[in-house]
């Protein structure tokens, strides 16, 4: 049959707007990390001590054409096969099929500081979906989104500086439409038994309708409510760990949520969901200027997070550790919740 030229093209390329947020991680991340020298620290001691943050919009361009680069040097973290990922230019165009009209979008990459308004700058990288485990049991669980961006110009604000050079890596659960549906149906029962669990225990420590046991006027009461109330929390905590566990499955669990972005992404053209604020990694070059940032008052550089096996085989070229977090949405899902 002859293809409908209406239909898009499951190659065609997408553009999603990316929002990276730099500084010290908020919380303890299990995404599987891009070497064993990563870690959710952060590369040098010194990243973002302060508390400082540095919040800054990025477009991009997935497209479904090779990662030359990657294949002459594969990325470890990415593996072979990459496609490439880029800064979105002022060329790119996203016409909206009604008017013809171009929607314009800020090509942003854009932050102020103290000295005034710097922009970000990176070169294409490679892009990876790493599919789970086949076979019915394992339906709805995420693949793993993987990507790289290099940076060619410093990012500083304050004491949140990466050097040119830096290469970023992010992570993040992915679901095409039909495993979404699959995940969000599987994992709603664990949700619902976990929010049931919890508010049994609530009820039973509330002033106004709790075990009237547990106001302690019967010794032998009290110490049964006690045991009873326990056996509630214990409930609830395996009930957590059900979810959790599911959430997790070896970084191809089910979707925490029903309301993630979505948009289109080479490969189908069944939309991509992507799970929200996902880590960020660095490879960051032990230049002399990170060096001197990373020095003590003795001179000595410290918080270095490379690991004992890598410091035998000599690999000390790098620092590497988690340097913030990031969350995607397509803009054509952007200008249609505008509409």
């Known amino acids: 049959m002859p293809s409908n030229d209406n239909e898009p093209s499951p190659?065609?390329?997408?553009?999603?707007?990316?929002?990276?947020d730099f500084g010290q991680p908020s919380k303890a991340n299990k995404e599987e990390t891009p070497?064993?020298?990563?870690?959710?620290?952060?590369?040098?001691?010194?990243?973002?001590?302060?508390g400082s943050r540095l919040v800054v919009?990025?477009?991009?361009?997935?497209?479904?054409?090779?990662d030359v680069d990657n294949k002459k040097s594969p990325d470890t973290f990415v593996g072979r096969g990459a496609s490439v990922i880029r800064a979105r230019g002022e060329d790119?165009?996203?016409?909206?099929?009604?008017?013809?009209?171009?929607?314009?979008?800020?090509?942003?990459?854009?932050?102020?500081?103290?000295?005034?308004?710097?922009?970000?700058?990176?070169?294409?990288?490679?892009?990876?979906?790493?599919?789970?485990?086949?076979?019915?049991?394992?339906?709805?669980?995420?693949?793993?989104?993987?990507?790289?961006?290099?940076?060619?110009?410093?990012?500083?604000?304050?004491d949140v500086y990466l050097p040119a050079g830096t290469r970023l890596y992010f992570a993040a659960n992915a679901w095409r439409e039909h495993?979404?549906?699959?995940?969000?149906?599987?994992?709603?029962p664990?949700?619902?038994?976990?929010?049931?669990?919890?508010?049994?225990?609530?009820?039973?420590?509330?002033?106004?309708?709790?075990d009237r046991r547990l106001d302690g006027n019967d010794p032998i009461e009290t110490l049964k409510a006690y045991k009873d109330i326990a056996a509630l929390v214990l409930d609830r905590d395996r009930k957590r760990a059900v979810l959790r566990d599911a959430l997790d499955k070896d970084g191809h669990g089910y979707p925490a949520s029903d309301d993630l972005?979505?948009?289109?992404?080479p490969g189908t053209t069944e939309?991509?969901?992507?799970?929200?604020?996902?880590?960020?990694?660095?490879?960051?070059?032990?230049?002399?200027?990170?060096?001197?940032?990373?020095?003590?008052?003795?001179?000595?550089?410290?918080?270095?997070?490379?690991?004992?096996?890598?410091?035998?085989?000599?690999?000390?070229?790098?620092?590497?550790?988690?340097?913030?977090?990031?969350?995607?949405?397509a803009i054509s899902s952007l200008l249609v919740d505008d509409e």
Not at 35 to 50: D, K, L, Q, R
Not at 57 to 65: A, G, K, R
Not at 261 to 265: D, F, R, V
Request: with cysteine.
């Open 92 to 158: 790119d165009k996203d016409v909206d099929e009604e008017t013809g009209n171009d929607n314009k979008i800020n090509n942003d990459f854009k932050y102020i500081t103290m000295q005034g308004t710097k922009t970000i700058e990176v070169t294409p990288g490679g892009w990876t979906l790493q599919f789970p485990p086949g076979g019915k049991v394992n339906r709805g669980r995420a693949s793993k989104l993987r990507f790289y961006l290099d940076l060619t110009t410093e990012l500083e604000r304050n």
């Open 57 to 66: 919009t990025c477009p991009v361009v997935v497209e479904s054409e090779d």
């Open 190 to 210: 664990l949700q619902v038994s976990l929010t049931e669990a919890q508010k049994v225990l609530d009820e039973n420590l509330s002033h106004e309708t709790g």
């Open 271 to 329: 939309w991509l969901t992507l799970s929200e604020n996902n880590p960020i990694y660095a490879r960051v070059p032990k230049t002399a200027k990170t060096k001197e940032k990373n020095k003590g008052g003795d001179g000595s550089s410290r918080g270095s997070n490379n690991n004992m096996l890598q410091q035998l085989m000599g690999d000390n070229q790098y620092d590497y550790g988690r340097v913030g977090s990031w969350t995607g949405e």
């Open 35 to 50: 070497t064993t020298a990563f870690s959710n620290t952060t590369p040098f001691s010194s990243y973002g001590e302060s």
């Open 261 to 265: 972005p979505e948009g289109p992404w």
């Open 11 to 20: 190659w065609a390329s997408s553009s999603w707007v990316l929002e990276l």
């Open 179 to 188: 495993e979404y549906e699959n995940g969000v149906f599987r994992v709603l």
